[in-house]
């Protein structure tokens, strides 16, 4: 079993709708949670970060925690196509410097 | 700050040839990794630095493959022999100290292997 598993998709929806993007991971020590955006031919840049169950959020996106079930999301309003890339979550034991990606989710916004 | 700076952004080369890829992190940044990133494998850790002494190697594919940092703005990715599984995208990252601030990636080196 991976440590951390998530929907490469493609997922591909209309501009305006709200996005839903998850991740599972199999070890309660990881701590730290992260969402990573990656366009076409380029490196990953990080969206958002937490180390808490619970919800985060920032602008159109938000960021959600459940550590009882092991399920991160990220959740994106009113999208838009600037939006379509890649989704990669990314987690890591607290302290500890070592990020483990999910395989990423292609997102695809159309006009 | 440039960001971190990875050269070459493409490199082609034939099998059993030996293939350097550089990369210069942020300055500041302690911490440096060396992910690779394949369709079928994802992003994939090869190694760390924590102050330019190799942390974690456990991801380092085989004996063709090692890493340097000679010093705080400088590493390299070497693969000797390169093989035509070796073709992906590298990318090197840095951040400062537990990475609560993320990381920052380069722009990657595309590698084919032919």
């Not at chain 1, 969206?47 to 990220?74: H, P």
């Not at chain 2, 992190?25 to 990794?33: K, V």
């Not at chain 2, 102050?51 to 594919?61: A, C, E, K, L, R």
């Not at chain 2, 022999?81 to 070796?86: L, V």
Request: proline share 6%; net charge neutral; aromatic share 12%.
């Amino acid at each position: 079993q991976k440590e951390v598993e998530q929907d490469p998709g493609p997922l591909s929806v209309p501009e305006g709708a709200i996005v839903s993007l998850n991740c599972t991971y199999s070890n309660s020590a990881f701590q730290y949670f992260m969402w990573y955006r990656q366009y076409s031919r380029k490196g990953p840049e990080l969206l958002m970060y937490t180390y808490s169950s619970g919800n985060k959020e920032d602008g159109r996106f938000t960021a959600q925690v459940d550590k009882s079930s092991k399920y991160i999301s990220l959740f994106i309003r009113d999208s838009q196509p600037s939006d379509s890339a890649t989704y990669l979550c990314a987690i890591s034991p607290w302290g500890y410097n070592k990020l483990i990606f999910g395989a990423g989710t292609r997102l695809a916004v159309h006009p | 700050d440039a960001g971190v700076i990875q050269s070459p952004r493409h490199e082609v080369t034939e099998m059993g040839q030996e293939v350097t890829l550089r990369c210069k992190p942020i300055s500041g940044h302690d911490y440096l990794f060396w992910y690779r990133q394949t369709m079928m494998r994802g992003l994939e850790l090869l190694i760390y630095f924590n102050n330019n002494v190799p942390i974690d190697d456990s991801g380092m594919p085989e004996d063709r493959f090692s890493a340097k940092m000679p010093n705080a703005s400088f590493s390299t990715l070497k693969i000797q022999p390169s093989e035509p599984r070796d073709s992906a995208v590298y990318f090197c990252a840095s951040t400062v100290g537990t990475g609560d601030y993320g990381y920052t990636f380069g722009s990657g080196t595309r590698l084919t292997v032919v």
